[in-house]
Antibody, heavy 123, light 111 residues
Framework: EVQLLESGGGLVQPGGSLRLSCAAS????????MSWVRQAPGKGLEWVST????????YYADSVRGRFTISRDNSKNTLYLQMNSLRAEDTAVYYC????????????????WGQGTLVTVSS | QSVLTQPPSASGTPGQRVTIFCSGS????????VNWYQQLPGTAPKLLIH???QRPSGVPDRFSGSKSGTSASLAISGLQSEDEADYYC????????????FGGGTKLTVL
């Protein structure tokens, strides 16, 4: 069974840093791109960042570019999100998700999603 | 402001058919496939439809998706109380918006 388990969330002051982790199991981790998607309290889903299976091909939303860094350790089957210069508007539940793709068509989608980890930025 | 546009709410009575629409542009829905996610209260999103109209195993055939031009829709037939949830459309975006864009979500209420 494919499983994703996030950790590392918590309360942090504005301007502070936090590193989220996502432990993956049940699939060949290095074969798949992985993403972070967040959801502010009472709000919708917002894509944050994506990284290719080999660790290349990193993409960021404008709202986090220059402050957040996505990375992965394929030997540990773990995805990371280093968050620096945190702001109140970064307060959200952060989900990691596995990106599935059909190579011949290019169709891709997120499945599954982890249970999420809450990041609260407040003084 | 989400790149993909969904109505904030929808409702129906048990047994009814409800359709949720998602509007985008040529850089996302117009040139890539659409996925739909269901988020039950207090839980993580779950894949409902991928590649415009493909149901993962385990998803009831009451759920169906379609796409035309720069719009997509999710139809739920035989509405059940357990369908009450938030529904999000998403697509890959070829412009600087992306690569992934989501709709703002539609809260479905079963009356």
């Amino acid at each position: 069974e494919v499983q994703l388990l996030e950790s590392g969330g918590g309360l942090v002051q504005p301007g502070g840093s936090l590193r989220l982790s996502c432990a993956a199991s049940g699939f060949t981790f290095s074969n798949y791109a992985m993403s972070w998607v967040r959801q502010a309290p009472g709000k919708g889903l917002e894509w944050v960042s994506t990284i290719g299976g080999s660790g290349g091909g990193k993409y960021y939303a404008d709202s986090v570019r220059g402050r957040f860094t996505i990375s992965r350790d394929n030997s540990k089957n773990t995805l990371y999100l280093q968050m620096n210069s945190l702001r109140a508007e970064d307060t959200a539940v952060y989900y990691c998700a596995k990106e599935n793709i059909v190579v011949v068509t290019g169709n891709n989608w997120f499945d599954p999603w982890g249970q999420g980890t809450l990041v609260t930025v407040s003084s | 402001q989400s790149v993909l546009t969904q109505p904030p709410s929808a409702s129906g009575t048990p047994g009814q058919r409800v359709t949720i629409f998602c509007s985008g542009s040529s850089s996302n829905i117009g040139s890539n496939t659409v996925n739909w996610y269901q988020q039950l209260p207090g839980t993580a999103p779950k894949l409902l439809i991928h590649s415009n109209n493909q149901r993962p195993s385990g998803v009831p055939d009451r759920f169906s998706g379609s796409k035309s031009g720069t719009s997509a829709s999710l139809a739920i037939s035989g509405l059940q109380s357990e369908d009450e949830a938030d529904y999000y459309c998403a697509a890959w975006d070829d412009s600087l918006n992306g690569p992934w864009v989501f709709g703002g979500g539609t809260k479905l209420t079963v009356l």
